[in-house]
Every structure is written in structure tokens, then in C-alpha cells.
């Protein structure tokens, strides 16, 4: 279907597809958060012509495609954040650092909930997850650069499914914060060195986090498989 062309009715959809209402609805929700459509009343939803922003989204929608991909987003990072935090570190002004501050005080604020209460709670991992990425993008804002925000922005899908991950794992949420603030003071003092050294450690850590992630991924997969095949196959029960 071509931009600014009708994808068809949900009732044709359903039909066509055979799945339920639900999964196209849900499916049209999912195209439209990505900017791939559009939905108005009475006329339907309308194909958008895609940003390079909606089709980034839409490659990293998925973790598994993420995870795989995992490697070259480190990188990128690396490529475009240490030269985001240099900049920000000249160009950044008092309102730039009083932002800042107020999303390093909001992850303060998540972390003094009690560890016990941590795992599977929404709420923490909402807002820890949430000013990670807000962090990250004050940063590129300070910098004045408008490529520089856009482009962060298009990779603001993965960076959050990464955070999302890692700070589950113990300690990482902590460490995270004190490397922000070191971010931060480096920003504060104007001193772009300084702060490419304190960026480089965070993504340092960010890679050997997501290094974590891959390879408990991998030992878990052989553990399902051979539990599939068990349930599957009554001989391999006894």
C-alpha cells in the first residue's frame, strides 16, 4: 500500500488475515505509535510516507531483531554520543544543566525504593528506564544541533529496550546514576574532555551489560528447547 493510500477495513483485515479483531487493532496501534499511518475518523487509517525515524523504529520493534542488532547500536552510539556530550559540554547553558538535574534527582528518586520491591515492579522500572533515556536526550538538546536530536530520537526505541534489560540486572540501575553525574559535571565545567572520557565509561558499561544480556540469553535457549521437547515427547519425560 502506498503513502496516502487506505490500508483495508479492519472487518477486510480480519478476514483476510484470520486473526481477530483484537490483533488488528492492536496491530494498527502498534503501525501508528511507529508514525507508519495515520487513523481518522470515517475515512480509516491512511499509509504515511515514512521518516527516517519511523523506519528505524519499526526495524528495532521487535527485542529479538533488537538484540541482534545489539553490536552496531553500541557502536553508533559511540560514534555519535561522545561527540554529542563534547558539544554539549561547550554549547550547553544554565537552563540545559537545571534540566539535567532535575532528570538525575528522578532517577535519585527511583532508586530509594527498596531492592526487595524492585523486581517486576512497573513503576520503578517505568522511571528509572524513563530518565535514563530523557538524560541521553537532554544532552543531545544541549548541544543546539537540531540533526544531532533527530537522530538520537530515532534510535530512542532500542536505546530504551536495552535499558529496559539492563536494569533489571543488580547494581546496574546505581551504577547508571553515578555515571550520569559524572556526565553532568563534566557538561557543567564546560570541559568537552572530560566529559567524552565520562561518556565513554557509560557506554563501556552499557557494552559489557548488553555482552551479559547475549550470553544469558543464549544459555537460557537450550533450557527451552529441551523443555519443549520433553512435554512434546512423552519417551524423553522418563
Not at 39 to 58: D, H, R
Not at 205 to 228: C, G, M, T, W, Y
Request: hydrophobic share 40%; proline share 5%.
Amino acid at each position: 500500500v502506498k503513502p496516502g493510500e487506505r490500508l483495508p477495513t479492519e472487518k477486510q483485515l480480519t478476514e483476510e488475515l484470520s486473526v481477530s479483531r483484537t490483533c488488528v487493532r492492536e496491530a494498527i496501534k502498534s503501525l501508528q505509535s511507529l508514525q507508519l499511518i495515520s487513523v481518522k475518523p470515517k475515512i480509516g487509517a491512511v499509509v504515511l510516507e515514512p521518516t527516517p525515524v519511523a523506519l528505524i523504529n519499526a526495524e528495532y520493534l521487535s527485542t529479538s531483531a533488537f538484540m541482534q542488532q545489539a553490536e552496531s547500536l553500541i557502536e553508533f552510539r559511540k560514534v555519535l554520543e561522545l561527540g554529542l556530550v563534547a558539544l554539549a559540554a561547550e554549547k550547553s547553558t544554565e537552563a540545559d544543566w537545571a534540566i539535567m538535574r532535575g532528570i538525575l534527582s528522578e532517577q535519585e528518586g527511583a532508586l530509594k525504593m527498596d531492592r526487595s520491591t524492585r523486581h517486576g515492579n512497573t513503576a520503578f522500572h517505568d522511571s528509572i528506564n524513563g530518565a535514563n533515556l530523557k538524560f541521553h536526550k537532554a544532552v543531545a538538546a544541549a548541544t543546539r544541533n537540531p540533526l544531532a536530536i533527530m537522530v538520537l530520537e530515532a534510535i530512542s526505541a532500542p536505546l530504551a529496550e536495552v535499558s529496559r534489560r539492563t536494569n533489571e540486572m543488580p547494581g546496574v540501575p546505581e551504577a547508571g546514576l553515578r555515571q550520569h553525574w559524572a556526565i553532568y559535571r563534566a557538561i557543567r565545567e564546560n570541559n568537552p574532555e572530560k566529559a567524552r572520557r565520562a561518556m565513554q565509561t557509560h557506554l563501556a558499561a552499557a557494552e559489557r551489560n548488553a555482552h551479559i544480556l547475549e550470553s544469558e540469553d543464549h544459555e537460557e535457549s537450550p533450557k527451552v528447547h529441551a523443555s519443549s521437547a520433553r512435554k512434546e515427547h512423552p519417551v524423553l519425560q522418563r
